[in-house]
């Protein structure tokens, strides 16, 4: 059985931030480092990582209005899409790209990553995983996706993906899995998350470093 190297959680920082795959990313960077933040949001992670390990970050984001909430906190973040506007970076601009939570959003992340490995030396992908434990049972025992109460078309559930989906998909475009963290409970480094299938059954989330 397939096996991944594991990140072992570092002590927490004083401020660690309400997300676990902040804390990991961080981890995975280098002090002072380049990164371009993709789907960066509120731009939380770029807050975290200029604080936490001196990173240089930026932030591209679709949504006019959080690239304005960023613009306001005075992080550096560009209005675009991620589908398009990656290929326009140059090669090597960066020393990572990350998307965190962001990638299973896209309607082409085959595209979006193969231009992630041009423009980073290293990618850096966080996910949720579709194949956890706990919707397989729901989906078994419920005959439904999305949780209880909730419209399944309200969720975000673009492009479920699972450990292994999100591992075959990096081999076969040719990426080194450099690392992998599982997350379950908001805790990094579960013990049991020894081998892919384990971290596909038991992890909530996963964080992958990939090397082009």
């Known amino acids: 059985m397939a096996q991944l190297e594991l990140v072992h959680a570092a002590p927490e920082f004083d401020d660690a931030p309400t997300r676990a795959d902040f804390d990991v990313i961080a981890r995975m960077i280098d002090d002072g480092s380049s990164v371009l ?42 209005q675009g899409d991620a589908e398009t506007h990656l290929a326009d970076y140059p090669s090597a601009a960066f020393n990572y790209v990350v998307f965190s939570h962001a990638f299973q959003q896209l309607s082409r992340p085959r595209d979006a990553l193969r231009h992630a490995g041009r423009v980073g030396e290293r990618v850096i992908i966080s996910i949720r995983n579709a194949a956890h434990w706990r919707r397989r049972f729901r989906l078994m025992n419920k005959g439904r996706i999305g949780a209880k109460g909730a419209n399944w078309a309200d969720e975000e559930m673009a492009r479920s993906c699972g ?40 992890a909530e989330e996963a964080v992958f470093l990939l090397t082009p």
């Open 37 to 78: 933040d993709v789907g960066c949001g509120d731009g939380g992670l770029i807050a975290h990582l200029t604080r936490t390990c001196g990173a240089r970050a930026r932030g591209l984001e679709l949504d006019k209005q959080k690239v304005r909430g960023c613009v306001l906190r005075g992080l550096s973040v560009v």
């Open 163 to 202: 450990v292994r989906d999100f591992v075959d998909l990096a081999r076969d475009m040719r990426f080194a899995v450099e690392a992998a963290v599982p997350l379950s409970n908001n805790r990094p480094g579960a013990p049991f998350a020894k081998t892919l299938w384990r971290a596909n059954v038991f």
